[in-house]
């Protein structure tokens, strides 16, 4: 079978290697796409903080059950399915709070363990997510990203009549306006530097929307929000400039919520949290609730998942793939292999 392998940063081949068969407790899935995502992206150019090389990237993925091993139940030979791409001990204090998602142990597959990046992957079928009908291979592969974008909004609470602003206008901040306004926020505002990510946040239905290099934040975070401000701020593009236009615009006793990823370490003015009293929160990934949120919200029609997709590559050209999501802000949004 074909595996993608990134050897070293900005070293990625296309190999064979043997197919895996499907152990104990296992599901032999075979894969129909896989999405680039932004972390994936960090791997490729060496900079994610928590990785190692040689590494198989991959883990937003859609695909099919081809075999079931022993003792495996709940899943069907020829069901399309996701997955949760986590490992966890489920032993220490978050996995036994029911927070696997903060295991102590976490590992995620394409970053510290093997990722899914294959013809074939054999997976804990516990971790395996059933597709809801009707749904493509290429939304399937981006049910993941919708479950961080849920699990996000978790973090801080009902939105429903709430004021929203979203900062960063890629998948996941498209994904987080999207399900804020599904699960009924009042005001959704979205920023981005990118014309192209805000006239796609524009098809997907985000009401307020700002080119913060053309318009200060500040000023269109004024015009959605009034004197009163937004009830949460999500930072959904991990830059300097963004955290900044967050922090200082957030209103006093609001909650801000970061989402991104930071290839490199920010500067914060502490005082200014101290000082406004502001609920910083972090999120990571998701648990099974946030794909059972994000399954209701396509069910009830409320997200747009395949206006996302932009750009499609077949699995030989997987590296084509990563440096066209990396040199293509200006009209590429989730790139999308087919296997």
Same mark, same amino acid.
């Given at each position: ?6 050897? @070293?940063?900005?070293? =990625? ?11 104990? /407790? ?45 003792? +495996? ?5 020829? &069901? #399309?399915?996701?997955?949760?791409? &986590? ?27 093997? *990722?899914?990046?294959? @013809?074939?992957?054999? %997976? #804990?079928?516990?971790? +395996? ?14 049910? @993941?990203?919708?479950? +961080? ?11 429903? /009549?709430?004021? $929203?602003?979203?900062? *960063? ?8 306006? &999207? ?13 981005? $530097?990118?014309? %192209? ?53 957030? !209103?006093?006793?609001?909650? $801000? +919520?970061? $989402?991104?990823?930071?290839?490199? !370490? ?15 929160? /972090? ?12 399954? *209701? =919200? ?20 997987? @590296? &084509? ?19």
């Amino acid at each position: 079978m074909l595996k993608a392998i990134i050897r @070293e940063p900005l070293k =990625l081949k296309v190999i064979e290697t043997e197919k895996p068969e499907a152990g104990k /407790g296992e599901a032999l899935i075979a894969l129909k796409n896989i999405g680039v995502c932004g972390s994936d992206l960090h791997v490729y150019h060496g900079v994610h903080p928590c990785t190692y090389y040689p590494i198989t990237t991959g883990h937003e993925i859609s695909g099919v059950v081809e075999k079931l091993g022993e003792g +495996v139940t709940g899943l069907k030979i020829g &069901q #399309p399915v996701t997955v949760m791409p &986590q490992l966890f001990c489920g032993k220490c204090l978050p996995c036994r709070s029911g927070m696997y998602n903060i295991c102590n142990e976490l590992k995620v597959h394409g970053f510290q363990t093997e *990722g899914v990046a294959a @013809e074939w992957f054999a %997976f #804990p079928a516990d971790m +395996v997510m059933p597709l809801p009908d009707g749904l493509s291979f290429e939304e399937g592969a981006m049910m @993941e990203p919708l479950a +961080v974008a849920c699990h996000a909004i978790g973090r801080f609470g009902d939105v429903k /009549g709430r004021k $929203v602003a979203v900062l *960063g206008a890629g998948t996941i901040g498209n994904l987080v306006a &999207q399900a804020a306004l599904g699960m009924g926020a009042g005001t959704v505002l979205i920023s981005d $530097v990118s014309d %192209f990510r805000l006239r796609i946040a524009e098809e997907c239905g985000i009401p307020f929307r700002t080119n913060s290099t053309r318009e200060p934040f500040a000023e269109a975070y004024a015009a959605a929000f009034g004197p009163d401000g937004a009830d949460v701020m999500f930072e959904c593009a991990g830059a300097q400039q963004t955290l900044d236009d967050m922090l200082a615009c957030a !209103r006093k006793g609001s909650a $801000v +919520v970061i $989402v991104a990823m930071y290839g490199k !370490r920010p500067e914060v003015e502490m005082s200014h949290i101290q000082e406004h009293e502001l609920t910083v929160i /972090g999120t990571l990934m998701y648990r099974r609730e946030d794909f059972v949120s994000a399954i *209701g =919200l396509l069910g009830g029609n409320k997200v747009q998942l395949a206006r996302l997709i932009t750009h499609r590559f077949p699995f030989r050209d997987y @590296e &084509q793939a990563y440096k066209k999501a990396a040199a293509s802000k200006d009209d590429a949004m989730k790139v999308m292999i087919g296997v």
